[in-house]
């Protein structure tokens, strides 16, 4: 393709990545008949992937260009709109929603990451579910529309999966809804669609131990420890994994000093894997091994499944009295069938699908940066970044070249991490306490984790290669903004008194008439909901009071904190409203975010950092829509949408779109016809 940087296969095997309210519509019983135009597209093939957070802006104005030369060949030799609004709020869950079933979530369900729980009648708006789940997407995603459409396809750690939509019903009973989940049911149950995620079921989140958390002492009754060479006392150390008790034993051991671990399910020297401490990695990526001081895997049968524990030993002192062990989190990957998640395990042998960056944050790699470090925490933060963008690249390379599906689905996290931290917020000029020498610190930093996203991308163009029958989407969720403060709507909603709160400091919807239980929207009481107490003839009033009431909050420079509203039931294409979403959608000033909290101050002061949520029609919250291949002509054409993503692809594989999709192809001008 002209213009595209190839990353060659002799180069990732050196890096030691390669492996050898709507309701919806009624499905028609039948596909339709194949079109000519589907028939000449039979043999093609397509990989989608979605970046978490890719905003093409905010990448060429803030990371170094040697971090990211795949992108920028991407956005300066495929065929990319100048944007791509996404879901609003622009948010993970909807934002992903959007782009498996062509619709926002007014349509498909999904409206936020936590979201009210349907039907209305059951819940109240204090209840909440997870905008990940399945069980609430009211809408048919590709993966379903590729089987429907006789389609191969895998579903390579996507949202709302790997189970069937839920379609649940908005006030009782439909068996419309009941029916389309059956059908759906029987569409994963077929041999030609593989769908997996595992970010459904932690077992363990990421931990650092020392000696403080767990104390080396004398070995227990060990098997086996001639086998470790050892010229010095081991010292034994044990911890808990999920609620098991010492579910873990380790020893730390070596010649002459202690200076590795060995990890094992029980007390057998014979039966474990071993980490070699190593000083902090700081070579440059290319030209080496991802996350190459990491052990082996150690595979942990847990219920339902297994999980693979992959250590790295940080610092040991000597005589082992103090050391470092990082544990990544542990995550069950699931199936649309329990032989598709053994399957995926048996050939990855262990996924990780986050770094450490949140135990970094909270100091368990050490003072960051921004606590006045010295940088070690950053960079043993990116080895755990190398570790979880190595185990994507192993499922990437075996679900593609094993499986062989026309249709390839994935995703990739690392931008979204790293930009929602102060990595991201204190590089940013004129956030408040910016110091100039500690954000170029930052940056070349943060450009160490925009780098492991562009290997990703590399890896999947070279997939495409000179194939004309290939072709790849990239796309994302949304964009990303610094803040350094967070207005609290809820206490805007009391001060108006709009909104009460019980002795604790939790809403009391027996008197409440407004709330945000997200922060994203502010939703009415409405006598619909359970608990609710806002008749219909008091709707307009109770809207029009909220309104008031946002209007009205103010920042400590006395300026408007809320800038733009929108109602839930307007008539426009922004996706907003529908049966979980809000009444009354907001923007707010640049600096803001916003928290759900009742109580406490009207604003209140943040470490600054990268957020997501606001309205999508803001540019710095679009995402990307790019086509590349050798079939496709560079290009650029006018902002695009995400939710046309699906339709898209649908018209590249000469199938049916999503049943659901209000999105329409742009294939024809991503085409340059």
């Known amino acids: 393709m002209p213009n595209f940087v190839l990353l060659p296969r002799c180069r990732l095997a050196a890096l030691g990545l390669l492996l ?18 589907a028939a000449s597209a039979a043999e093609h093939r397509a990989i989608v992937v979605s970046f978490d957070s890719m905003n093409e802006r905010r990448m060429l104005e803030t990371v170094d260009p040697a971090a990211v030369p795949t992108f920028r060949a991407l956005f300066a030799g495929g065929a990319c709109t100048d944007g791509a609004r996404p879901a609003f709020p622009s948010l993970t869950s909807p934002g992903h929603a959007a782009l498996w079933t062509g619709a926002y979530g007014n349509v498909n369900g999904i409206a936020a990451n936590s979201q009210p729980v349907l039907p209305q009648p059951e ?17 048919e995603p590709i993966w379903l529309a590729a089987a429907r459409s006789g389609v191969t ?29 059956a059908a759906a049911e029987s569409l994963l149950a077929l041999p030609g669609v593989q769908v997996v995620n595992g970010y459904n079921r932690e077992i363990a989140p990421a931990i650092a131990l020392t000696a403080r958390s767990a104390p080396p002492h004398e070995p227990g009754a060990w098997r086996n420890l001639d086998r470790l060479g050892a010229t010095v006392s081991p010292r034994e150390i044990a911890w808990a994994v999920g609620r098991g008790r010492d579910s873990l034993f380790a020893l730390l051991y070596g010649r002459e000093q202690i200076d590795r671990v060995l990890v094992a399910r029980t007390r057998d020297a014979a039966a474990g894997v071993t980490a070699v401490a190593a000083p902090v990695e700081r070579a440059p990526i290319a030209g080496r091994a991802l996350a190459r001081h990491f052990s082996a895997p150690l595979e942990v049968p847990v219920d339902g499944g297994r999980v693979y524990v992959s250590v790295r030993l940080f610092d040991v002192a000597p005589d082992g009295s103090d050391y470092l062990l990082f544990i990544p989190e542990l995550q069950v990957v699931e199936g649309n069938r329990p032989a598709v998640a053994a399957a995926y395990d048996a050939a990855v042998r262990g996924w990780y699908g986050n770094s450490g960056l949140h135990l970094a944050e909270r100091g368990g790699l050490g003072p960051m940066i921004a606590d006045g470090g010295d940088g070690t925490a950053e960079l043993r933060y990116l080895e755990t970044a190398e570790q979880m963008t190595r185990s994507f690249m192993r499922g990437v390379e075996w679900a593609w070249t094993t499986q062989r599906p026309r249709l390839f689905l994935t995703y990739f996290p690392g931008l979204d991490e790293v930009d929602h931290s102060p990595i991201y917020g204190l590089s940013v000029p004129g956030v408040p306490g910016y110091d100039a020498a500690r954000a170029a610190r930052l940056r070349e930093l943060r450009a160490r984790t925009w780098q492991l996203a562009d290997l990703q991308l590399a890896q999947l163009r070279r997939f495409v290669g000179d194939d004309p029958n290939t072709a790849l989407f990239v796309s994302g969720d949304h964009g990303m903004r610094v803040y350094w403060r967070v207005f609290q709507p809820n206490v805007a909603l009391a001060q108006a008194g709009l ?18 239980p997200n922060g994203y929207w502010v939703m009415l009481n409405r006598t619909a909901w359970k608990g609710g107490i806002v008749p219909p003839a008091e709707e307009a009033a109770v809207l029009a009071a909220a309104r008031g009431a946002l209007e009205a909050a103010r920042g400590p420079d006395g300026r408007p904190i809320v800038t733009r509203l929108w109602r839930g039931d307007e008539a426009d294409s922004l996706g907003i409203g529908g049966p979980v979403g809000g009444d009354l959608y907001y923007d707010v000033a640049d600096g803001y975010y916003w928290s759900t909290a009742a109580t406490g101050p009207l604003v209140r002061d943040a470490v600054p950092m990268g957020a997501h949520g606001f309205p999508s029609v803001r540019a710095d919250m679009q995402t990307v829509f790019c086509m590349a291949g050798v079939a496709v002509p560079p290009h650029r054409l006018p902002r695009g949408r995400t939710m046309d993503v699906a339709p898209s692809v649908a018209e590249w594989l000469g199938m049916q779109p999503p049943l659901d999709a209000v999105g329409h192809s742009i294939l024809g001008a991503l085409l340059g016809r």
């Open 20 to 37: 050898s309210a709507c309701a919806p519509a009624t499905p028609p019983a039948t596909p339709p008949a194949a079109t000519p135009a």
């Open 499 to 516: 909104l009460a709160t019980d002795s604790t400091g939790r809403i009391d919807l027996s008197r409440t008439k407004a709330l945000s």
């Open 153 to 181: 396809v895998y579903a390579h750690h996507v949202t709302q999966a790997p189970g069937p939509p839920g379609y649940p019903p908005v006030r009782g009973p439909e068996p419309a809804l009941a029916a389309r989940r």
């Open 123 to 139: 819940h109240t708006l204090l209840e909440s579910t997870s905008g990940y789940s399945a069980a609430a997407l009211r809408a």
